[in-house]
């Protein structure tokens, strides 16, 4: 089957965040942060502007989801593992032994199971597919394919229908 795809791999689809993955068991990684690249990739028919969708629209919008998770501390709400007390002020977050407190304003609570790069990109994606549908209808538009890569050679990507 033959499909037109567009991919918009821009140099300032970045963001700059710390999360830590949480394994089980009380086990997790040690607070780290990653300057994360962001993509996407449009599959579908051409529209009468011979377009799957112009990049000059798909653009602004990816870097807007970009800079809500810029310079951010990234916690996923739906781990029944880390325990999230969310004030005005203070986060505080406990995951097994280890004890986290947080200015509020440097937080950013995720409703995603872990902060992994794949889950990262399920959530964009669906970010990006409510915004596309709500602006621009998303006609034609058949398969969203969103990845995020953590550094030089580690990416993961997610795909769906759109």
């Known amino acids: ?7 918009v791999d821009h140099e300032n689809l970045k963001f700059s ?21 962001a993509w996407v990739e449009l599959e579908g028919s051409l529209q009468p502007s011979d377009y ?14 970009c800079e809500q998770l810029n310079h951010k501390v990234m916690l996923p709400t739906e781990n029944a593992g880390l325990k999230i007390e969310s004030g005005d002020v203070i986060v505080d977050a406990v995951y097994g032994k280890k004890q986290y407190r947080f200015p509020a304003e440097d937080v950013l609570l995720l409703p995603i199971h872990n ?16 915004e596309i549908k709500s602006q621009y209808g998303g006609k034609g538009v058949v398969t969203i394919r969103v990845g995020v890569q953590e550094s030089f050679g580690q990416e993961a990507s997610y795909e769906e229908a759109f």
Do not use: Q, W
């Open 1 to 7: 089957m033959a499909a037109f795809r567009i991919r």
């Open 17 to 37: 965040s710390a999360h830590f993955v949480l394994f089980g068991n009380g086990k997790c990684e040690g607070l780290h942060g990653h300057n994360y690249r």
């Open 52 to 65: 799957v969708l112009d990049f000059l629209a798909v653009k602004p919008l990816m870097k807007a989801i």
């Open 115 to 130: 902060t992994s790069a794949e889950l990262l990109a399920r959530y964009i994606c669906g970010l990006l597919r409510e």
